[in-house]
């Protein structure tokens, strides 16, 4: 992530590389991880925004390792992974919004069918709800109650 990727005031960094076009994108940044990129960050206008000096790139390219040494700190399983925290934004996201096509761009997704294993089938008593209330109502506007037996 390079410094100039971020955009403070829209509370986002551009997404600059990826497998596909859809996975270079705006990426939207809680608060949470604002604060400490903002002071990470404040100043520079052009940087990697975690340098490395052991690194023939000149940065962090991944954070597998620190993640490993964390969890054997924190004593998780092994089976703990860091791309569970990518499964559980995608599946939180669709949870509190409804809207698989946010979620599919917001996780840079070029496919629906890839974004629809965050659709859990347990989350899919509102739609229930909703085709029952139609039905419920479409049901009682055409009989009276005296023709329903």
Request: proline share 3%; with cysteine.
């Amino acid at each position: 992530m390079r410094v100039e990727d971020i955009n403070l005031s829209e509370r986002a960094y551009f997404n600059a590389s990826g497998k596909t076009k859809r996975s270079r994108r705006w990426v939207a940044l809680s608060q949470r991880v604002l604060d400490p990129l903002f002071m990470r960050c404040c100043g520079r206008q052009e940087c990697w925004v975690f340098p490395s000096k052991r690194s023939k790139t000149g940065h962090l390219t991944t954070v597998a390792k620190k993640f490993r040494e964390a969890r054997k700190a924190a004593r998780l399983p092994a089976s703990a992974v860091l791309y569970a925290a990518r499964h559980t934004y995608g599946t939180f996201v669709y949870e509190t919004t409804k809207n698989l096509q946010l979620v599919m761009n917001s996780m840079g997704h070029g496919d629906v069918r890839t974004t629809m294993k965050y659709q859990h089938h347990d989350h899919l008593e509102p739609v229930r709800n909703a085709i029952d209330q139609r039905n419920l109502v479409r049901h009682n506007s055409r009989h009276s109650p005296l023709a329903v037996q």
